[in-house]
């Protein structure tokens, strides 16, 4: 009975990542990019919880609240591929995120298109609809030359962003991080960018498989610097000493106490809130499980009832 229980909360803890993740990426998507930091500012003193705003102020493009950036719109392709395929198969992976977001789909709009040219006139921004971003742009463009590497050498933090539904389904597997480098590699093929990924990924896994510990850091340090570790990269040791937004990511994780704190925390900071809200959301998610998410944000996030079904069918396993 132990044994299921212990089980059970496990399973729990890994649906309470991917939710988490996706939620809080949702949360900060009115003010995702808000480089400005006075207008920003004002955001704030309006509203201490800016969370969900109805009104976007995301300079660069609009989409409706509840609806996830481009960040949670990767994760959730992870996600479906995983729960369709019963585990990552890359190939499937690939065909869904060219669906998902090449020709034709509502990513395939004049600004977001890989071939534009960049000497011509700027844009009007903000865009009505989703932003594609670098690697997506890369990713399409290895596609239509036929490369079979289809990832760009990007080192953004989409690898980190999306990770919380491939931890959740093999937290545990000894071959966890094997899966998140060839998920990552699909759209970003870099080195830094994996060992960075990596990195994170032990993290949110040591969250899944034990629940909230202080000492996570030095575990997650030890484990870099172990010459026997899985996965090695040569960057693993320089990865914690990394400048941007892993660290500050890292920094919202070991910091937070309560979830929706730490999520309000890091959109008043600026900048790419929904990527690091995103690996904020899965580490707290993951220590406080689903019901800790509370349902006031539930509520608003649109795609949670599918996050939610494909959740539970990916974390049966571990029950």
Not at 13 to 35: E, F, K, T
Request: charged share 20%.
């Amino acid at each position: 009975c132990i044994f299921l229980q212990m089980a059970s909360a496990l399973a729990n803890r890994a649906m309470g990542a991917i939710v988490g993740s996706a939620v809080a990426d949702a949360a900060a998507q009115p003010l995702h990019w808000v480089y400005d930091l006075q207008k920003l500012q004002g955001i704030l003193d309006e509203n201490p919880n800016p969370e969900f705003r109805p009104e976007s102020a995301n300079p660069f493009y609009r989409r409706q609240t509840g609806q996830q950036s481009c960040y949670g719109d990767q994760a959730y392709v992870l996600l479906e591929s995983l729960s369709e395929c019963g585990g990552l198969k890359v190939d499937d992976l690939s065909q869904r995120t060219l669906k998902f977001f090449g020709p034709g789909s509502e990513y395939d709009t004049p600004v977001n298109d890989p071939y534009r040219d960049r000497s011509g006139p700027r844009p009007q921004l903000p865009i009505d609809g989703p932003w594609r971003q670098g690697s997506l742009k890369g990713f399409l463009k290895n596609v239509d030359a036929g490369k079979e590497e289809t990832g760009k050498t990007d080192c953004q933090i989409d690898g980190i962003a999306k990770l919380a539904p491939i931890v959740a389904f093999y937290a545990g597997h000894p071959d966890m991080l094997e899966k998140v480098e060839q998920a990552t590699r699909v759209t970003q093929n870099n080195d830094e960018c994996v060992a960075e990924t990596l990195a994170a990924a032990r993290f949110l896994e040591h969250f899944i498989l034990n629940g909230p510990d202080p000492k996570v850091l030095d575990v997650v340090l030890s484990q870099l610097s172990d010459p026997n570790r899985k996965q090695p990269q040569d960057l693993d040791k320089a990865v914690i000493g990394l400048p941007g937004a892993f660290q500050a990511a890292l920094h919202g994780v070991l910091t937070a106490k309560q979830y929706e704190a730490a999520v309000r925390d890091t959109m008043s900071r600026g900048g790419c809130t929904c990527s690091r809200g995103s690996f904020i959301g899965a580490c707290l998610g993951a220590q406080i499980g689903l019901e800790g998410i509370p349902s006031s944000w539930t509520s608003k996030t649109l795609r949670y009832n599918s996050v939610l079904e494909h959740a539970q069918k990916i974390t049966k396993h571990h029950q």
